[in-house]
């Protein structure tokens, strides 16, 4: 049996999750990203129906560009966003490994050294003080440790992106974000609907488009 025997193929567990939860849903967000260290932290939820209103499991996966081989170091974030989907389809479905195979390969073939990494301290030498620490969260933000929130900042910035706030809710679960042109007026309209059946269906959450380019809830 070969060392990779025992990990289960992207694809292989896609097909086992529509087999398994035809009507269920994945939701993924970037928790922290940071351009200048080259690295990425993505949480993904998995539900087992499309209405439910928690998640069966929550699993993350941290993607760091220095790790990948050249040709694959600027798919980086996108290879880790996968890599959490893979991961929390496991944590539901069990019967595998957690990693697939495909990232198991990459770990038996690759030679890359890890670019900018941090120094390696051995706490068992080392002397009181020569570690780096930080009393408050400015002062590791002013030493290059880039914090949560400056991190969404950086998002923005480098990936051209829109951070949105989670999809509000109803008692049939997250609403769905929808938009169309009033075939009366020639108005743009967006609201959040529920996913719900008539006549049970909640009524949904208007918004308004406002002369800074951005949506906004309708008072």
């Not at 097909?15 to 994945?26: A, D, F, K, N």
């Not at 974000?177 to 020639?186: D, F, L, M, Y």
Request: glycine content about 8%; overall charge neutral; hydrophobic content about 35%.
């Amino acid at each position: 049996m070969g060392f990779l025997d025992n990990y289960e193929a992207s694809r292989e567990r896609l097909e086992r999750w529509l087999s398994s939860y035809p009507l269920g849903r994945i939701e993924t967000r970037i928790v922290e990203f940071s351009a200048e260290k080259g690295y990425v932290l993505v949480e993904a939820k998995a539900f087992r129906n499309y209405d439910d209103v928690l998640p069966a499991g929550i699993d993350y996966a941290h993607g760091y560009v220095g790790a990948y081989q050249q040709n694959m170091k600027r798919w980086f974030v996108e290879d880790t966003v996968t890599s959490a989907i893979m991961r929390v389809q496991q944590l539901v479905m069990g019967g595998a490994e957690r990693t697939v195979r495909e990232v198991m390969a990459q770990i038996e073939n690759t030679t890359a050294k890890i670019a900018n990494a941090e120094k390696d301290y051995d706490y068992w030498t080392t002397k009181f003080g020569d570690v780096p620490s930080h009393a408050t969260a400015e002062a590791a933000e002013q030493a290059g440790i880039p914090s949560l929130g400056s991190s969404m900042n950086e998002i923005k910035k480098q990936l051209g992106g829109e951070l949105v706030a989670e999809a509000p809710q109803c008692k049939h679960g997250h609403r769905v974000w929808r938009t169309g042109k009033s075939a009366k007026t020639g108005k743009d309209w967006a609201n959040y609907s529920c996913v719900g059946r008539k006549p049970d269906q909640c009524e949904p959450v208007w918004y308004v488009f406002t002369s800074d380019g951005t949506w906004k809830p309708q008072l």
